[in-house]
Nanobody, 121 residues
Framework: VQLVESGGGLVQAGGSLRLSCAAS????????MDWYRQAPGKERELVAA???????YYTESVKGRFTISRDNAKNTLYLQMNSLKPEDTAMYYC????????????????WGQGTQVTVSS
């Protein structure tokens, strides 16, 4: 399985971006998918998660601003990011697993290479 992120870029504070994560290969092995981010000098942070049934989870700092979704027909995961803040600046990664919700077991089978999001003030 390959996961390829896209959609990152430079945006002003208050702006929006939509990240995509396209999956290819043996995608039947993927059930849940997550978005993570990592800023320079900081630990990797879970941003949002979605199960195969559409159950979602968000870290507190992005609730009400970010929306995770998936299009199973297109084998693509999305992260709609609105009202972006400078502190959202990070490399964003998608990850997948065969379990119900990956972050509950911290057991990931697949990772993408990341897409950079930079929010200017």
């Amino acid at each position: 399985v390959q996961l390829v992120e896209s959609g990152g870029g430079l945006v002003q504070a208050g702006g929006s971006l939509r990240l995509s994560c396209a999956a290819s290969g043996s995608i039947f092995s993927i059930n849940a998918m997550d978005w993570y981010r990592q800023a320079p000098g900081k630990e990797r942070e879970l941003v949002a998660a979605i199960s195969s049934a559409g159950t979602t989870y968000y870290t507190e700092s992005v609730k009400g601003r970010f929306t995770i979704s998936r299009d199973n027909a297109k084998n693509t995961l999305y992260l709609q990011m609105n009202s972006l803040k400078p502190e959202d600046t990070a490399m964003y990664y998608c990850a997948g697993c065969s379990g119900y919700m990956c972050f509950l077991t911290n057991n990931y089978d697949y990772w993408g290479q990341g897409t950079q999001v930079t929010v200017s003030s």
